[in-house]
């Protein structure tokens, strides 16, 4: 047993071998490749960076118009940082993440490929 799993035990949570604890919502997540990996970065966020983890949000929904054809559209980030003590809207957005979706997804994927997310977020990131 790790010691994250013996910490768990004595708080009275006893997790299975695929589960893992976010260490933001304190909500009991699969444990994927993907997960670990958000888990480090909001770890990172928060020691490296100094946010707080009030201003932190998962799987945020930041609404954008597509500068192409002017429709309104949504993409999911799986970590928003927000402007400190600021409400958890779009236009205070200081940061955000969006970890790749697995090791499996081919980079010209459509829909979960690196040019699709980055494509999606960039445009997020410049028409609020």
């Given at each position: 047993?790790?010691?994250?799993?013996?910490?768990?035990?004595?708080?009275?949570?006893?997790?299975?071998?695929?589960?893992?604890?976010?260490?933001l919502t304190n909500r009991v997540v699969k444990a994927t490749n993907k997960e670990q990996t958000l888990q480090s970065m909001i770890a990172m966020?928060?020691?490296?960076?100094?946010?707080?983890?009030?201003?932190?949000?998962?799987?945020?929904?930041?609404?954008?118009t597509d500068a192409d054809t002017g429709n309104t559209k949504t993409q999911k980030v799986d970590l928003a940082i927000f402007e400190q003590g600021?409400?958890?809207?779009?236009?205070n957005l200081a940061r955000f993440i969006i970890v790749a979706k697995d090791a499996k997804v081919k980079a010209n994927d459509k829909k979960a490929g690196v040019t699709a997310t980055l494509a999606a977020s960039l445009i997020a990131s410049f028409s609020f």
């Open positions: 047993m790790s010691i994250d799993n013996e910490q768990q035990v004595k708080d009275g949570l006893v997790l299975e071998e695929n589960e893992m604890v976010c260490s966020m928060a020691e490296e960076y100094g946010f707080a983890s009030e201003d932190m949000e998962r799987d945020f929904r930041v609404k954008y600021r409400a958890h809207e779009t236009e």
